[in-house]
C-alpha cells in the first residue's frame, strides 16, 4: 500500500522558516516526480514546486520563487520554505506522479499525503 506521510508543518511568524518532509513508501517510485500543492480556506488546491525522478528539473509556482526550494532524496522530498508571509498560509499536500509532463497541474498525480498545515501570522 502507497504511503505519503507529511511533516514539518506548524505555526510561523512572518519572515520565518519551515521545512516540509514527505517519505513515500509502499512501491518503487522510479521515473515519479514527486510535488508540493496547498490549499487555503475557501480556495482551490493550487501548485507550489515539483522536481523530477532524477532531480534534474524543478518547477516553481510565481508566488514562492525565490522564497522555496524543493528537493529530493529518493522517496522522500522536501520543501524548504523561507521569507514565509501570511499568504502561504494553506494545507501543503504531497504528491507523486509516473513521468515528467503537465508536473503544475494536480491532474494525474497518482498518490497523494493527507497534508500538513502551515499557518504564518503577520
Known amino acids: 500500500q502507497v504511503q505519503l506521510v507529511e511533516s514539518g508543518g506548524g505555526l510561523v511568524q512572518a519572515g520565518g522558516s519551515l521545512r516540509l518532509s514527505c517519505a513515500a513508501s509502499?512501491?518503487?517510485?522510479?521515473?515519479?516526480?514527486m510535488g508540493w500543492f496547498r490549499q487555503a480556506p475557501g480556495k482551490e488546491r493550487e501548485f507550489v514546486a515539483t522536481?523530477?525522478?532524477?532531480?534534474?528539473n524543478t518547477y516553481y509556482a510565481d508566488s514562492v520563487k525565490g522564497r522555496f526550494a524543493i528537493s529530493r532524496d529518493k522517496n522522500t522530498v522536501y520543501l524548504q520554505m523561507n521569507n514565509l508571509k501570511p499568504e502561504d498560509t494553506a494545507v501543503y499536500y504531497c504528491?507523486?506522479?509516473?513521468?515528467?509532463?503537465?508536473?503544475?497541474?494536480?491532474?494525474?498525480?497518482?498518490?497523494w499525503g493527507q497534508g500538513t498545515q502551515v499557518t504564518v501570522s503577520s
Open positions: 509502499g512501491r518503487t517510485f522510479s521515473n515519479y516526480a
Open positions: 522536481i523530477t525522478w532524477s532531480a534534474t
Open positions: 504528491a507523486v506522479k509516473y513521468g515528467s509532463s503537465r508536473l503544475t497541474s494536480d491532474r494525474g498525480y497518482d498518490y
